[in-house]
T-cell receptor
Framework: ETGVTQTPRHLVMGMTNKKSLKCEQH?????MYWYKQSAKKPLELMFV???????ENNSVPSRFSPECPNSSHLFLHLHTLQPEDSALYLC?????????????FGPGTRLTVL | GQNIDQPTEMTATEGAIVQINCTYQ??????LFWYQQHAGEAPTFLSY????GLEEKGRFSSFLSRSKGYSYLLLKELQMKDSASYLC??????????FGAGTTVTVRA
């Protein structure tokens, strides 16, 4: 399945580093999402972009900065992270039309903050 | 806030049936999704219910009762490859999915 791809798959970074996560969707969808998945916890929605406009920002710390240059690409810029930010970061996309918009997920980036 | 509950773990034997329950209390309701997630992989879409009743898709079925805030995912003729985490998610707005913590199903030979 290559509908939604994410790079890198694994990332280890120090608290003073700056890195970016990349997501690309090949499904022609008009909305893209960032989620955080920590062990034994529900997926937490971080950001939503619809038609390249940010429509949801769930009280995420400013050390996470999203960017959506076009409808196919989504980035998550990371800087001065904390060890508790270590988690699986999942990207998803959907076609928002009426009441049905199934979200399709990428494989995620496993982030470890030292 | 949103409250979505599902059991943490379930174990069943190959060939058996397992039912994963999900109860929810959300500020809005615009459909309920079930996803399957194998360890280290992306969640993959299994089913969507927005009206009351049973939706069947091969070995997997999903049921919804909106008045009770309740859904279940039924897995029949279990196979070893069905060992995974199963996520219940409620769409409570235009874009937002609220997820349960997931149920880890282990299928034993």
């Amino acid at each position: 399945e290559t509908g939604v791809t994410q790079t890198p798959r694994h990332l280890v970074m120090g608290m003073t580093n700056k890195k970016s996560l990349k997501c690309e969707q090949h499904l022609g969808h008009n909305a893209m999402y960032w989620y955080k998945q920590s062990a034994k916890k529900p997926l937490e929605l971080m950001f939503v972009y619809s038609l390249e406009e940010r429509v949801e920002n769930n009280s995420v710390p400013s050390r996470f900065s999203p960017e959506c240059p076009n409808s196919s690409h989504l980035f998550l810029h990371l800087h001065t992270l904390q060890p508790e930010d270590s988690a699986l970061y999942l990207c998803a996309s959907s076609q928002v039309e009426g009441h049905t918009d199934t979200q399709y997920f990428g494989p995620g980036t496993r982030l470890t903050v030292l | 806030g949103q409250n979505i509950d599902q059991p943490t773990e379930m174990t069943a034997t190959e060939g058996a049936i397992v039912q994963i329950n999900c109860t929810y209390q959300t500020s809005g309701f615009n459909g309920l999704f079930w996803y399957q997630q194998h360890a280290g992989e992306a969640p993959t879409f299994l089913s969507y219910n927005v009206l009351d009743g049973l939706e069947e898709k091969g070995r997997f079925s999903s049921f919804l009762s909106r008045s009770k805030g309740y859904s279940y995912l039924l897995l029949k003729e279990l196979q070893m490859k069905d060992s995974a985490s199963y996520l219940c998610a409620v769409r409570d707005g235009d874009y937002k999915l609220s997820f349960g913590a997931g149920t880890t199903v282990t299928v034993r030979a």
